[in-house]
């Protein structure tokens, strides 16, 4: 018996490693039915601050644009990949704006955008906050999380994990 499952699980690893690049990228949907309304109104109105203690709101950032909500974590490897190509996105789209929300320690956000700036505002809600994004159509609380918002600050489209960012930058484009 014990043999069975040794090579049972021995079949399975590399399936699942076979399966790792498939799982790394994370496909944008624009079914928002899961974005929960008051929630959503709850962030635009949440005052959060800046990297400079400013306190903002969202819907001080959201100014007619396509607004690009990316929560993540200083710990999250897949959200601190993903930084570069949106710093990116939000210097080359002009119609695009792109907001950082932490889902971390002040001290960690401030210390990771030290040491890796970008151009976008990054603000800072704690892991507090994980709750309320869970009622933003991420049942699951899994980082990186994007949430798209068109101009007048309503969702068009998802993205649970790392973003594609080819398939990002097409839809921005589109919806901008």
Same mark, same amino acid.
């Given at each position: &018996?014990?043999? =069975?499952?040794?090579?049972?699980?021995?079949?399975?690893?590399?399936?699942?490693?076979?399966? =790792?690049? *498939?799982?790394?990228?994370?496909?944008?949907?624009?079914?928002?039915?899961?974005?929960?309304?008051?929630?959503?109104?709850?962030?635009?109105?949440?005052?959060?601050?800046?990297?400079?203690?400013?306190?903002?709101?969202?819907?001080?950032?959201?100014?007619?644009?396509?607004?690009?909500?990316?929560?993540?974590?200083?710990?999250?490897?897949?959200?601190?990949?993903? &930084?570069?190509?949106?710093?990116?996105?939000?210097?080359?789209?002009?119609?695009? !704006?792109?907001?950082?929300?932490?889902?971390?320690?002040?001290?960690?956000?401030?210390?990771?955008? *030290?040491?890796?700036?970008? !151009?976008?505002?990054?603000?800072?809600?704690?892991?507090?906050?994980?709750? /309320?994004? =869970?009622? /933003?159509?991420?049942?699951?609380?899994?980082?990186?999380?994007?949430?798209?918002?068109?101009?007048?600050?309503?969702?068009?489209?998802?993205?649970?994990?790392?973003?594609?960012?080819?398939? /990002? *930058?097409?839809? *921005?484009?589109?919806?901008?």
């Amino acid at each position: &018996m014990k043999r =069975r499952q040794f090579v049972g699980a021995g079949m399975i690893v590399p399936l699942l490693l076979m399966n =790792r690049q *498939a799982w790394a990228k994370a496909k944008l949907t624009e079914d928002v039915s899961a974005v929960d309304d008051a929630a959503l109104g709850e962030l635009l109105r949440l005052p959060l601050p800046d990297l400079d203690g400013n306190t903002v709101t969202l819907q001080d950032l959201t100014d007619a644009r396509l607004t690009i909500v990316n929560f993540w974590a200083s710990w999250c490897a897949p959200c601190v990949r993903e &930084m570069p190509a949106l710093d990116a996105l939000h210097k080359q789209q002009q119609s695009v !704006s792109v907001v950082g929300i932490g889902l971390d320690t002040d001290a960690n956000i401030q210390a990771f955008a *030290a040491k890796t700036p970008v !151009s976008y505002p990054l603000l800072m809600a704690g892991a507090g906050k994980i709750s /309320l994004m =869970r009622k /933003l159509g991420n049942p699951k609380g899994g980082l990186p999380y994007t949430l798209v918002l068109d101009h007048a600050g309503q969702p068009q489209a998802t993205i649970l994990g790392e973003i594609e960012m080819d398939e /990002l *930058a097409a839809f *921005a484009k589109r919806h901008a």
